[in-house]
């Protein structure tokens, strides 16, 4: 797990708001500690302030992500 000078270093910036796994997380918005949890982000259910999930940005660190499409050069399949 990279240090948070590194981090930093990464990201190029500062202060990063982020909805933290196992801890108490207040929200920015309105102060209050109840989230709906999804799977890269949490919204607060009283004010619904989205925050990104720290474990989802940490796997985004890795490098981007590359998706292909396997039936993208099938045109005549899909002409009809």
């Known amino acids: 797990m990279p240090t948070n000078d590194a981090l930093r270093t990464l990201t190029g910036r500062?202060?990063?708001a982020v909805y933290r796994e196992h801890e108490v997380n207040h929200c920015p918005g309105c102060g209050r500690t109840?989230?709906?949890i999804g799977r890269m982000s949490a919204e607060c259910a009283f004010c619904a302030t989205a925050l990104p999930l720290a474990e989802a940005s940490?796997?985004?660190y890795a490098g981007p992500a590359?998706?292909?499409h396997k039936n993208r050069h099938q045109d005549a399949a899909w002409a009809a």
Do not use: P, V
Request: hydrophobic letters at 40%.
């Open 14 to 16: 500062g202060y990063h």
């Open 34 to 36: 109840h989230w709906l």
């Open 58 to 60: 940490m796997r985004s």
């Open 66 to 68: 590359i998706i292909q």
